[in-house]
Every structure is written in structure tokens, then in C-alpha cells.
């Protein structure tokens, strides 16, 4: 591993385990015991290195969907993204944490993530027109449905980690993750037809 990918490393961690305002360039330089300008060689500012993170977490997610895009059964890949989604979001879990302040402080992660949205919007409204022909979820019953799923679906997993923390008192752990996926998959739950429910059991318990 070279040196950049270990500061990274290291970052994460201490991001992870005290938040982003808690840990500065000096943090992470004696964290690996290095000097301060070794670690600027790499990275001039914090803010590099957290959007290095940030550009990371997209990437693995961007793998995720990807991969669900060529799984046989649709609806299958619709139950299972939450799982990997929040798995993912508890590695970067800092991100999630402390995601209005760096919305807020980072132009570059700001900008993205909205034209990101954008994109995940279109890719969830083919996914679902697709279910839809296949008559694995049903039509929609009032104006807009399926866009303000979408939302509270982005919502939930954006701000989910955060929540659970406050709940558990900063104690969450890798044995939450179940718990966020059953939540993101019963939202999608009462959208499915007959025969979208028979997929669903044959997977999964409400």
C-alpha cells in the first residue's frame, strides 16, 4: 500500500471514530507517526482528503448498482441494494454522520452529490417502470408516487446512520446494518403486487 492510500486509510478511521471536526491534518500525521509535511506532499488541505473519501464511497456504490443492473430477477436487485448501500455507508460512516457540515464546507462534494441524485433518480425510475411492465410492482395510484418514493428512500439511507446513532448513543456497530436494510426494503414493500410479495417472501420476512 503506498503512503497516500495509508493516510487515507488512517483518515477514515479517525473520521469514523470522532467526526470530522475533531480531526485535523496533525491528527492523522501523528496518527502514522509522520511528519506534517509528508503528509501535505499528498494532500495540501483536509478538505482533499475527505473528498478523496467521499469520491471512493461513490465509486464502491456505483459498483453496487452496477452489479445488481445484470441480476435476472429485477426485484431481486431492488431488495438486495439496500443491504450493500448501507453496508457501504457504515465504512464511510463519518460521511453520513457529518453530512450537512461537509455539504455545507465542500463545494465539490456539494455540487456532485446533487448532480448525483439527479442520476440516481433516472437509474430508480427505470428500475421501477421496469417492475411495473413486469407486474412486480404495481401502478402508480396518485400523481408523482414512485418520485417521492425515491426520496424518502434517499432520505432514509442518507440520514438513517444518524438517527441510529443518536438512538443508541454513538454505540452503533456492523450489527445495526441489518436493521437499516429491513427498514429500506419495507418502505418498498407495500408497492409490490401479488406477485411481487411471493418474490419478497420467498427472499425475506416483513
Known sequence: MNTRDKILGCALRLFNENGVAQVSLRTIAADM???????????????EIIEALYFELVSKLDHVINAEA?????????FDMPSATISNFYEY???????????????VIRNHYQKLMEVREQQFEGMINGLIEAKLIREE?????????????RIVSDFWLSAACIDKNST???????????????????????????????RYTV
Open 33 to 47: 507517526e509522520i511528519s506534517l509535511g509528508n503528509l501535505t506532499y499528498h494532500f495540501k488541505k483536509r478538505e
Open 70 to 78: 445484470v441480476v435476472e430477477n429485477p426485484l431481486e436487485s431492488l
Open 93 to 107: 460512516r463519518f460521511l453520513m454522520l457529518d453530512f450537512v457540515y461537509i455539504t455545507r464546507n465542500h463545494e
Open 141 to 153: 395510484t396518485i400523481a408523482d408516487e414512485y418520485k417521492y418514493l425515491f426520496k424518502n428512500l
Open 172 to 202: 452503533i456497530s456492523q450489527i445495526d446494518i441489518p436493521e437499516g436494510s429491513r427498514l429500506l426494503r419495507q418502505m418498498i414493500f407495500p408497492y409490490l403486487t401479488t406477485e411481487g410479495r411471493s418474490v419478497f417472501f420467498d
